[in-house]
């Protein structure tokens, strides 16, 4: 059975099979052509047994790898007259007499491979004009590869920068607390994916990439279950992060069904997409009747948040940074927070700030009514031994003279 082309595969065809019926040779055919081997990627044969499609030989036994070191001209009227030619496999079987080759060449120069021509027999009427015919569609083969080739890189870097963080058992785990802003008791902490810093990317960045891979719901439950062990050495409740989406999958049911869930706070971003509030709300639904709790995070970072408030009925809301940073000395953020605020009391939710580094900020926040803080200023992300039991306790304002 043929294999099924891809869309590029199609147009790909279609170039061959102009360049078949231009030329009037039995094959027409391109070429991946990766350093050490020749991969025939696209063919159209008149003699297909000949000629598969996928088949791949050494590169440096080709007439294209010759052709590319100039040990061969591009256009072989009559491969015969080359001794060169005639040293090569190709010319025995499939007994090739006559050929063109030009590279396939992409816009950084890089060389994909060959787009090419050959025949059983001898053509004197191949001339440096067929060559021309083979650049331009050669080009346009490159313009057609071009996307599909970048994304392979894309995700093979991608995979090459995560397959070993799984194989290690996940991302690294620190904790950052969360501290009641009237006692300064710390409440819980938030357990917080960390990636090697020579990657340059934040957490949410190196989830968004492990999704666009296909790796996500590994990459997140195995920061999960991470997360899940730092639960038996601390006291009060661990926020974990995830996604709706590996939410709903059964492997994420079965890892939360094994956790003290009264101690666990499941905190879904506002940034994260829901296509199905209702099954979201089942797959929440036999895990808070056994006592977990859920957050909305980054609320008011966006319009998202609003409406997973109403659909979800949270427990605890988180406020964006963005809303925090300046709030004791910018009017509008103090109007903003004071309004989230009564919007959560109105669902009965308690209210986290997040990202509060400074006493005047946290000062503003409780007298905002915000229960809650997690922030550099009670402390930044670190092991668990670095916890406090207790922070200093926030004093309220002194009101205007």
Known sequence: ??????????????????????????????????????????????????????????QATTFCQAILDGRLPSVIPDVRRFPEAMRLPAARMPRIRSFVSVPVTLSDGTLYGTFCAAGLTSD????????????????????????????????????????????????????????????GDRVGVEA???????????????????HSVGLGDRLELSALERAAEQMAGIDGYVAMNVSPDTLLTAECAALLSRLPLERVLLELSEHDPVADYAALTAALAPLRARGMRLAIDDVGAGFSSLRHIVLTTPDVIKLDR??????????????????????????????VAEGVETATDAATLLALGVHYGQGWYFGRPGTAGQLADRYPVVALPLPAA
Do not use: N, Y
Request: hydrophobic share 45%; glycine share 8%; with cysteine.
């Open 1 to 58: 059975m043929a294999k099924q082309r891809t869309d590029v595969g199609r147009q790909i065809a279609d170039l061959l099979g102009t360049a078949k019926r231009s030329l009037g040779l039995s094959v027409a055919f391109m070429t991946r052509m990766d350093g050490t081997t020749q991969h025939l990627e696209v063919v159209d044969s008149s003699i297909p047994v000949l000629f598969r499609e996928g088949a791949s030989v050494p």
């Open 124 to 183: 004197k009427g191949l001339t440096k004009r067929d060559q021309s015919l083979l650049d331009v569609l050669a080009h346009a083969a490159s313009v057609v590869l071009e996307p599909q080739v970048r994304e392979q890189a894309r995700r093979g870097e991608i995979e090459g920068r995560l397959v070993p963080v799984l194989a290690a058992g996940g991302p690294e785990i620190v904790l950052q607390p969360i501290v009641d802003l009237l006692t």
């Open 192 to 210: 917080l994916s960390r990636f090697p810093r020579h990657w340059g990317l934040t957490p949410d960045l190196c989830f968004a990439d492990a």
């Open 322 to 351: 963005s809303l925090i940073d300046g709030v004791s000395t910018d009017p509008i953020l103090t109007t903003l927070v004071r309004s989230l605020v009564e919007f959560g009391r109105g669902c009965s939710a308690r209210v």
